[in-house]
Nanobody, 127 residues
Framework: QVQLVESGGGLVQAGGSLRLSCAASGRTFSSYSMGWFRQAPGKEREFVAARSGGGGATYYVDSVKGRFTISRDNAKNTVYLQMNSLKPEDTAVYYC????????????????????WGQGTQVTVSS
């Protein structure tokens, strides 16, 4: 099972940018599909974006399309979430997650389909 550690969160003003990183352990990282989720206080953990292991396929939740980009560097065992034009409603703890195969949008958006999670990194966007 892959181990995940997120970093890069912080406090930013609305309209600003942040790049989150998720470093993974293990020699099979490139075979894993990776997802980013977020959880705001009092809310359910929600899907943000996902990327396949090597094929470059991606999915995004509608609310971040055009603003967020998920990418990965398999040589560095790292997946990224570039977040631009941040809004106060993007404030949440952001988690990366891994699963061994790529799936449909519904599958990749389902947190219960992932079997590896990081500890999360806080992103706060001030208005």
């Amino acid at each position: 099972q892959v181990q995940l550690v997120e970093s890069g969160g912080g406090l930013v003003q609305a309209g600003g940018s942040l790049r989150l990183s998720c470093a993974a352990s293990g020699r099979t990282f490139s075979s894993y599909s990776m997802g980013w989720f977020r959880q705001a206080p009092g809310k359910e953990r929600e899907f943000v974006a996902a990327r396949s292991g090597g094929g470059g396929a991606t999915y995004y939740v509608d609310s971040v399309k055009g603003r967020f980009t998920i990418s990965r560097d398999n040589a560095k065992n790292t997946v990224y979430l570039q977040m631009n034009s941040l809004k106060p409603e993007d404030t949440a703890v952001y988690y990366c997650a891994a699963r061994p195969t790529w799936g449909t949008p519904a599958t990749m958006a389902n947190r219960y389909e992932y079997n590896g999670w990081g500890q999360g990194t806080q992103v706060t966007v001030s208005s």
